[in-house]
């Protein structure tokens, strides 16, 4: 199991989203770089009593509606998380930002 800290190689994790969803590699490095926040704020283990894995991303947005691209995934999945949870819009991917601002 693959935890998601600042010592996991960015680099595994988006090769991980982009093979699982053939997305865009800009947005592949924008989410990873959310999913990499998120874990380092510790909310994820404060709510599941886990840390967030590599595994654990892949699968949920795995679970999105299928015409669903990576960004919309992840929003998907964090959208869920806030209903449920609260504080999770903070990590979501604005896709209205200029990707090189």
Known sequence: MRI????????????DLR???????DIVTVVARQARDLSE??????DFGAELTVEDVIDNLADAPED??????????????DLSHGGYARFSVRQDIDKTS
């Open 4 to 15: 998601l800290h600042a010592s996991v190689d960015r680099t595994e994790l988006e090769r």
């Open 19 to 25: 093979d699982a969803f053939d997305a865009d590699p």
């Open 41 to 46: 704020s510790d909310q994820f283990v404060t």
């Open 68 to 81: 669903y691209q990576l960004a919309e995934r992840w929003n998907w999945w964090l959208g869920a998380l």
